[in-house]
Nanobody, 124 residues
Framework: QVQLVESGGGLVQAGDSLRLSCAAS????????MGWFRQAPGKGREFVAV????????YYTDDVNGRFTISRENAKNTVTLQMNSLKPEDTAVYFC?????????????????WGQGTQVTVSS
């Protein structure tokens, strides 16, 4: 069974930065893409970023492109989301997820394992 545990959320002001981390269990971490999704109050879960199994390919939703950076360290089974220039509209619960694919996807249906989420709140 794969377990994903996020950390690093918190309350910050607009313009600040936060770094989210996700620690994964299991021995095949590098075989799968890892993604970050978020869910704001009253809204559905939306794609934020994905990184391929070998870390060579990344993709971001337009809302965060240029402000967020996803990275992974396969030797430590971790994936990180560096969030800069945060905006109030970035406020959400952020989820780490493991894709069923090596290359990744922006569709939540392609992810088989999810963390419990970490709250990010950005005040104006």
């Amino acid at each position: 069974q794969v377990q994903l545990v996020e950390s690093g959320g918190g309350l910050v002001q607009a313009g600040d930065s936060l770094r989210l981390s996700c620690a994964a269990s299991g021995r095949t971490f590098s075989s799968y893409a890892m993604g970050w999704f978020r869910q704001a109050p009253g809204k559905g879960r939306e794609f934020v970023a994905v990184i391929s199994g070998n870390g060579r390919s990344t993709y971001y939703t337009d809302d965060v492109n240029g402000r967020f950076t996803i990275s992974r360290e396969n030797a430590k089974n971790t994936v990180t989301l560096q969030m800069n220039s945060l905006k109030p509209e970035d406020t959400a619960v952020y989820f780490c997820a493991r894709s069923r694919l090596f290359g990744g996807s922006y569709s939540a249906q392609d992810y088989g394992y999810w963390g419990q989420g970490t709250q990010v709140t950005v005040s104006s």
